[in-house]
T-cell receptor, first 119, second 112 residues
Framework: DAGVIQSPRHEVTEMGQEVTLRCKPI?????LFWYRQTMMRGLELLIY????????DSGMPEDRFSAKMPNASFSTLKIQPSEPRDSAVYFC?????????????????FGPGTRLTVL | AQSVTQPDIHITVSEGASLELRCNYS??????LFWYVQSPGQGLQLLLK??????LVQGIKGFEAEFKRSQSSFNLRKPSVHWSDAAEYFC??????????FGDGTTLTVKP
């Protein structure tokens, strides 16, 4: 398997622009997670899906952020409008989704991340 | 809600020396415990995990971790560190009730 695929790997944009990050989870995985990593705040869970349904979006910073999972093989994280404080590395991860319990009980497989810079 | 504490932000060890990275968790029941490693510019990769059973868990790259319920700890160890082990290490807790929680990470530097 190719692992979790994220695109783009790097994104540089100007403040106010819309940014869309994409993720393809591992085939057969039922849970998908979006994380943000910064030096100041570390690794933060933004939102996670189970069977394409958003389960917990309490980590989404504000209404400028939205995430969708239209099918089992694709998810997007959108920021509109973007701000300089959104600059970070955004990771997508997938897991089998609770074979032993809830979605957080399985190993998460991380993508390589998207480094976002908002000028 | 669960929480994870990694008391050491940065650790430096000499190549060939032993290593122990600390992780303490807070949760009312036995959690699912994980150690992940992140090399520069890459995503996180699982080193090992504990769900139940033997409290000493073996992982990849020669790492092991021991679950101690009485101390609410899940420390990561390696008997002899290699230069390629330099990375950031994250402890994580998962529960049946919901989402997982990651610690703030420990950065490991290996001196030649």
């Amino acid at each position: 398997d190719a692992g979790v695929i994220q695109s783009p790997r790097h994104e540089v944009t100007e403040m106010g622009q819309e940014v869309t990050l994409r993720c393809k989870p591992i085939s057969g995985h039922n849970s998908l997670f979006w994380y943000r990593q910064t030096m100041m705040r570390g690794l933060e869970l933004l939102i996670y899906f189970n069977n394409n349904v958003p389960i917990d979006d309490s980590g989404m910073p504000e209404d400028r952020f939205s995430a969708k999972m239209p099918n089992a093989s694709f998810s997007t994280l959108k920021i509109q409008p973007s701000e300089p404080r959104d600059s970070a590395v955004y990771f997508c991860a997938s897991s089998l989704g609770g074979t032993s319990g809830g979605p957080s009980t399985d190993t998460q497989y991380f993508g390589p991340g998207t480094r976002l810079t908002v000028l | 809600a669960q929480s994870v504490t990694q008391p050491d932000i940065h650790i430096t060890v000499s190549e060939g020396a032993s290593l122990e990275l600390r992780c303490n968790y807070s949760y009312g029941a036995t959690p699912y415990l994980f150690w992940y490693v992140q090399s520069p510019g890459q995503g996180l990769q699982l080193l090992l995990k504990y769900f139940s059973g033997d409290t000493l868990v073996q992982g990849i790259k020669g790492f092991e971790a021991e679950f101690k319920r009485s101390q609410s700890s899940f420390n990561l160890r390696k008997p002899s560190v290699h230069w390629s082990d330099a990375a950031e290490y994250f402890c994580a807790v998962g529960t049946n009730a919901g989402k997982s929680t990651f610690g703030d990470g420990t950065t490991l530097t290996v001196k030649p």
